[in-house]
């Protein structure tokens, strides 16, 4: 079935959260948690490794039932069961979305078209493994007898973001193989990254859905070209595999067919790192680690797809988030991890987020008449902490806040461990409570500092407090509650944009500046200037020297 095309600005609950956003526009946060000592226990969800207190935002009991009744008002469990299903719920390409097929165990029966997935899922997954057992191991060696020391991944978009993320990550899991991303078309970019390299010991994985993106196959001619300074064409097959749909084209580029990974339509390129995109990834850290992932995200999806809404953690963050795009008028969402292995979790979930939500025509094909896809951004803490959390604290923007913390760390740090953890949750709270008049002025008098200069300096050192945020607090950063946490991410934008009424699964949006560019290389290549707007005119003469 289709996902249904429902407003959600016509249901009765939109009507109900506006008129309860006059009454909480106003509400202190301070003020709920002192009338009831119980908040945290009631606004948490405990699941597996995994606590998400979400009660440090602007809610109380009814906000949440009002926004679950959105959520039943637009269908939201038929379109779970679509999306699962396999329906083609990414219309506008004709497509299913079903990267949560991708780790879904063998036994399971996915149908596209009729057909059950689970068993090429599987037979590309056996692939993988062998292929990266056989490399790790240094069975399967480069063209001199060498074993492989070195993986680059060419890729752009969906198909570098996620495994890029990933590997770094899990670093900590590490094989021997050093894993290293090409994604840039900027040639110094490509120049830097290929340093330091041995033709005879690296590996490259040309990772593109379509094969046909500019950037990628630049980048696969760039580092074949260096290749072949020093080795036979013969030998590239030895030493170059692709990850895509387009077997065509990737033979055309003289890859050999037998290294080659296939994926599937129904995977989107941003949803891709659980399908051969992930090879990388499996060559970083081991296939049992990359398996580990999936069945992190496996046991997420399995949540999502049974977990009542009120106790559902994909649900509860994407209605909360909802409540602030739409009623508060927050425009956009920071996510702040403390641990350094997650710091291109922003990066990776930006794209997730925003090139699936950043949609302005609804399924009815009209413009929609209120807002969706949020902002995201954010850096680990708690180096952003010293960049950019003033504005958090002090400025003029709503910024509801996802910390993501860990209970171990990995090396065993405790007194690094303590003092990173203190910070984290210290950040919440002072975010919740802020710091009033009273302790301003108190601080002031104890510092001896009085009269006209404590006046003065008072309202600077004011924090209003009232900011959102919602804590998730996890047991140890593993390839399994990684999986998990980005399954949870994915299913918020699912949510969000049956909420929204939108189309999540295409990015047409993206198409427009791909073919300009062609277009204006066209011009550059032959020095001659079209018609432009004249400032794209005045730009391209400058740059052509002209
Ligand atoms: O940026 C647009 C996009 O189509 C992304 O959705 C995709 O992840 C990326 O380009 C790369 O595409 P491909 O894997 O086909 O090279």
Same mark, same amino acid.
């Given at each position: 079935?289709?996902l249904? &095309?429902?407003?959600?600005t016509?249901?009765?609950?939109?009507k109900a959260?506006?008129?309860?956003?006059?009454?909480?526009?106003?509400?202190?946060?301070? %003020?709920?948690?002192?009338?009831?000592?119980?908040?945290?226990?009631?606004?948490?969800?405990k699941?597996n490794?995994?606590?998400? *207190?979400?009660?440090?935002?602007?809610?109380?009991?009814? +906000?949440l039932?009002?926004?679950?009744?959105?959520?039943?008002? @637009?269908d939201?469990?038929?379109a779970?069961?679509? $999306?699962f =299903?396999?329906?083609?719920i990414?219309?506008?390409? =004709?497509?299913?979305?079903?990267h949560?097929? #991708?780790?879904?165990?063998?036994?399971?029966?996915?149908?596209?078209?009729?057909?059950?997935?689970?068993?090429e899922?599987y037979?590309v997954?056996?692939?993988?493994?062998?292929?990266?057992?056989? !490399?790790i191991s240094?069975?399967?060696?480069? $063209? +001199?007898g060498k074993?492989f020391?070195d993986?680059?991944?060419?890729?752009?978009? =969906?198909? %570098?973001?996620?495994?890029?993320m990933?590997?770094?990550?899990?670093?900590? $899991?590490?094989?021997?193989?050093?894993?290293?991303?090409i994604?840039n078309?900027d040639?110094?970019?490509v120049?830097e990254?290929l340093?330091g390299?041995?033709?005879?010991t690296?590996?490259f994985? !040309?990772?593109?859905?379509?094969?046909t993106?500019?950037?990628t196959?630049?980048?696969?001619?760039?580092a074949?070209?260096w290749?072949?300074?020093?080795?036979?064409?013969?030998?590239?097959a030895?030493h170059?595999?692709?990850?895509?749909?387009?077997?065509?084209?990737?033979?055309e580029?003289g890859? *050999?067919?037998n290294?080659v990974?296939?994926?599937?339509?129904?995977v989107?390129?941003?949803f891709? /790192?659980w399908?051969a995109v992930?090879?990388?990834i499996? /060559?970083?850290?081991?296939?049992? &680690?990359?398996?580990?992932?999936?069945?992190?995200?496996? %046991?997420m999806?399995?949540?999502f797809?049974?977990?009542?809404?009120?106790d559902?953690i994909?649900?509860?963050l994407?209605?909360?988030s909802?409540w602030?795009n739409?009623?508060?008028?927050?425009?956009?969402?920071?996510?702040?991890? $403390?641990?350094?292995?997650?710091?291109k979790?922003?990066p990776?979930?930006q794209?997730?987020?925003?090139?699936s939500?950043g949609?302005?025509?609804g399924?009815?094909g009209?413009?929609?008449t209120?807002? +969706?896809?949020?902002i995201?951004?954010?850096e680990p803490g708690?180096?952003?902490?010293?960049?950019?959390?003033?504005?958090?604290?002090?400025g003029t923007k709503l910024?509801p806040?996802?910390?993501?913390?860990?209970?171990?760390? #990995?090396y065993?740090?405790? %007194?690094h461990?303590?003092?990173?953890m203190?910070n984290?949750?210290?950040?919440?709270?002072?975010?919740?409570?802020?710091?009033a008049e009273?302790?301003v002025?108190?601080?002031?008098?104890?510092?001896?500092?009085?009269?006209?200069k404590?006046d003065y300096l008072?309202?600077?050192?004011?924090?209003?407090?009232?900011k959102? +945020?919602?804590?998730?607090l996890i047991?140890? /950063?593993?390839?399994?509650?990684? =999986?998990?946490? @980005?399954?949870l991410?994915?299913?918020k934008?699912?949510v969000?944009?049956?909420i929204?009424?939108?189309?999540?699964y295409?990015?047409w949006?993206?198409?427009?500046?791909k073919?300009l560019?062609?277009?204006?290389?066209?011009e550059?290549?032959?020095?001659d200037?079209?018609?432009?707007?004249?400032?794209?005119?005045?730009l391209l003469?400058?740059f052509l020297?002209?």
């Amino acid at each position: 079935m289709a996902l249904q &095309n429902i407003n959600p600005t016509s249901t009765a609950a939109w009507k109900a959260l506006g008129e309860h956003f006059a009454e909480m526009q106003t509400a202190s946060m301070q %003020d709920m948690f002192a009338a009831d000592t119980n908040r945290a226990e009631k606004f948490h969800i405990k699941w597996n490794d995994f606590l998400i *207190d979400y009660s440090k935002n602007i809610i109380n009991p009814k +906000t949440l039932e009002l926004l679950q009744d959105l959520a039943k008002q @637009v269908d939201l469990s038929g379109a779970i069961a679509s $999306y699962f =299903g396999g329906d083609a719920i990414n219309r506008t390409e =004709g497509r299913a979305v079903l990267h949560t097929a #991708l780790r879904a165990p063998e036994s399971a029966n996915v149908l596209v078209d009729g057909a059950n997935v689970l068993p090429e899922v599987y037979a590309v997954k056996n692939k993988i493994k062998a292929f990266t057992e056989a !490399i790790i191991s240094g069975a399967q060696t480069g $063209y +001199t007898g060498k074993p492989f020391t070195d993986v680059v991944n060419v890729g752009i978009g =969906g198909s %570098d973001l996620g495994p890029n993320m990933v590997v770094e990550a899990l670093k900590f $899991y590490k094989t021997p193989l050093n894993v290293r991303f090409i994604s840039n078309v900027d040639g110094d970019h490509v120049t830097e990254s290929l340093k330091g390299l041995d033709p005879e010991t690296t590996l490259f994985v !040309i990772a593109s859905k379509t094969f046909t993106t500019q950037e990628t196959l630049t980048n696969a001619e760039t580092a074949r070209d260096w290749f072949l300074n020093t080795a036979s064409q013969a030998d590239v097959a030895k030493h170059f595999v692709a990850v895509s749909t387009n077997i065509q084209k990737v033979t055309e580029f003289g890859i *050999d067919p037998n290294n080659v990974f296939p994926m599937w339509d129904w995977v989107g390129g941003r949803f891709s /790192l659980w399908s051969a995109v992930g090879l990388s990834i499996a /060559l970083a850290v081991g296939f049992d &680690n990359f398996d580990g992932m999936l069945k992190g995200a496996h %046991d997420m999806d399995e949540h999502f797809r049974t977990a009542a809404f009120e106790d559902n953690i994909p649900v509860v963050l994407a209605l909360l988030s909802v409540w602030y795009n739409n009623f508060f008028g927050a425009e956009s969402e920071a996510l702040i991890p $403390y641990t350094q292995y997650l710091q291109k979790l922003a990066p990776y979930l930006q794209q997730g987020i925003m090139e699936s939500n950043g949609k302005s025509v609804g399924r009815d094909g009209k413009p929609v008449t209120y807002q +969706t896809g949020t902002i995201i951004w954010g850096e680990p803490g708690t180096n952003s902490q010293h960049a950019f959390f003033q504005l958090i604290h002090q400025g003029t923007k709503l910024i509801p806040t996802d910390f993501i913390g860990f209970i171990e760390p #990995l090396y065993g740090n405790k %007194d690094h461990h303590d003092k990173l953890m203190s910070n984290f949750f210290a950040q919440t709270e002072a975010l919740l409570n802020g710091k009033a008049e009273a302790v301003v002025r108190a601080e002031f008098e104890k510092a001896g500092v009085t009269g006209e200069k404590a006046d003065y300096l008072t309202p600077f050192k004011i924090f209003t407090g009232n900011k959102p +945020t919602n804590t998730l607090l996890i047991k140890k /950063l593993t390839p399994e509650t990684l =999986g998990s946490l @980005v399954a949870l991410y994915e299913h918020k934008i699912f949510v969000q944009g049956v909420i929204w009424n939108i189309f999540s699964y295409d990015q047409w949006g993206v198409e427009l500046g791909k073919q300009l560019a062609n277009s204006i290389l066209g011009e550059i290549n032959s020095g001659d200037v079209k018609q432009h707007d004249s400032s794209t005119t005045f730009l391209l003469k400058a740059f052509l020297g002209k």
